[in-house]
T-cell receptor
């Protein structure tokens, strides 16, 4: 699985959009980009995934660059409950593969 | 999605004893995964549990220390054997489902070994 690089930490004002970047320059053609988050003392929560097109769901939007070497997770209106560690993971979407977690980005939403 | 429950949610155990953690999923899944999260660290995969076959362990984890059972497609157990304080961690059960194998996690079992 390709390696990802994320900033260690970020702050975001409550109500503003939180943009979390992820670099995955060695991603291969069949690898998806997944985003998860872990709120303190809870299990990781699936947010969104994509292959090459931008994706949006009720939680967030995922913007993947045309060359697929980087992506951005967007929380459109951050709330205090979005304070968490956010993990960007790339892997081939097969049943035999699981997730390997890096250190992620610690997002703090400030009132 | 999948709803996953774990028992116990937390426990405090004495060194040298063993603890069995249960994981229950609300749907049938082929593969279940067990992770460990040590204090202040990210998640580390312990093993993959397949129904009807031996679990597959990651480097650094062995069956004698972390025996796993997978009796059916909705249930698995992880035992932490002969515990030491270094085993104090959160242990998480996980499954994946969906067309792109999105992965879902249980709430975790917080283990403290004294």
């Amino acid at each position: 699985d390709a390696k990802t690089t994320q900033p260690t930490s970020m702050d975001c004002a409550e109500g503003r959009a939180a943009n979390l970047p992820c670099n995955h320059s060695t991603i291969s053609g069949n690898e998806y980009v997944y985003w998860y988050r872990q709120i303190h003392s809870q299990g990781p929560q699936y947010i969104i995934h994509g292959l090459k097109n931008n994706e949006t769901n009720e939680m967030a939007s995922l913007i993947i660059t045309e060359d697929r070497k980087s992506s951005t997770l967007i929380l459109p209106h951050a709330t205090l409950r979005d304070t968490a560690v956010y993990y960007c993971i790339v892997r081939v979407a097969t049943g035999a593969n699981n997730l390997f977690f890096g250190t992620g980005t610690r997002l703090t939403v400030i009132p | 999605s999948a709803v996953i429950s774990q028992k116990p949610s937390r426990d405090i155990c004495q060194r040298g004893t063993s603890l069995t953690i249960q994981c229950q999923v609300d749907s049938q899944v082929t593969m279940m995964f067990w992770y460990r999260q040590q204090p202040g660290q990210s998640l580390t995969l312990i093993a993959t549990a397949n129904q009807g076959s031996e679990a597959t362990y990651e480097s650094g984890f062995v069956i004698d220390k972390f025996p796993i059972s997978r009796p059916n497609l909705t249930f698995s157990t992880l035992t932490v054997s002969n515990m030491s304080p270094e085993d104090s961690s959160i242990y998480l059960c996980s499954v994946h489902t969906g067309l792109a194998y999105e992965q879902y996690f249980g709430p975790g079992t917080r283990l403290t070994v004294t």
